[in-house]
């Protein structure tokens, strides 16, 4: 089966200044009120979003908040009411954008994993995926997947995945391609608990960038759980069996490191059945299909 996620629409706290009046920017204050739709649900140790305004060449410290599936939260876990002070003034606010910042960000500066952006006019900002896709096209993109390990002989092994056909002819990705300039795709397992990144890529009809788990370079995107598996999953000859795993497909900038990253902009979900047989092909969910990231940031005063 499949998860699709549908989140209600959601009120964010919206800025903190740099501290202090800042050159070119007047020392006069804005209120903004922030509303976030269809952000993906992120745990503290996983990193956390953040929302930043800009006036100009000025860049305000980014507010960090996390999603979970009972509203907006600080950091500490307390519920956020949507309202924040830029210090910044109307007419100098020119644009705000909401980051997936990594673990150890301190948010002086916004994270490369950039989601949303919006330009200010008439007092508000409509936020549109930062990731220039057509509209539509990743809406409409189809993907499937099968076990299989080649690193072994046996045809009953359960603890390889490859995003390919059924035939093993071309890759089971069926998305844009290319992606639009500075972006591509990565594949993810959240097995055992564990939300690990199996490698990205631009053209699905192509290995992916990493094969640490598996040793080898298979010819589609995928991985073979084999070795180096981190601490609580199988490894040596009690190999993971990845049925029950749940895999994600996602749009990423291509410049970050696979530590950096935390599947936001998802484009396919699927959890492998717990009858799943081997070199056989599964659909994936399209979640994009029911929404991607969006939202609007709004001038009170």
Known sequence: ???????????????????????????????LQLQLERLSPIRREQGHYAVWAIAGATTSVGTPFLVTGEGLRTLEGAAWDGKATVPFARGDLSQVLVTLEPPTSADRLPAK???????????????????????????????????????????????GVCFMNERRSAGGLQVPFPPPEKWGYESWIELKGRLMPLGKFVDPDGPDDWNGFSGRVPPFPGEDFNENLPEGV???????????????VSVEPRSLQRE?????IRVFEATVPMDAEHYKAYRMQNVAADGLPRGAATILD
């Open 1 to 31: 089966m499949s998860f699709a996620r549908r989140l209600l629409p959601l009120m964010v706290l919206a800025l903190v200044g740099c501290p202090g009046p800042q050159s070119g920017v007047s020392a006069t204050s804005t209120s």
């Open 260 to 264: 950096e990253v935390f599947p936001s």
């Open 113 to 159: 994993q950039e989601i949303l952006r919006g330009g200010v006019a008439n007092g508000k900002a409509v936020l549109v995926l930062a990731a220039p896709f057509e509209p539509g096209a990743l809406e409409t993109a189809t993907g499937s997947y099968l076990l299989d390990n080649p690193s072994t002989i046996s045809l009953g092994d359960m603890n």
């Open 234 to 248: 199988e490894t040596g000859f009690n190999r993971p069996d990845l049925r029950g795993a749940k895999l994600i």
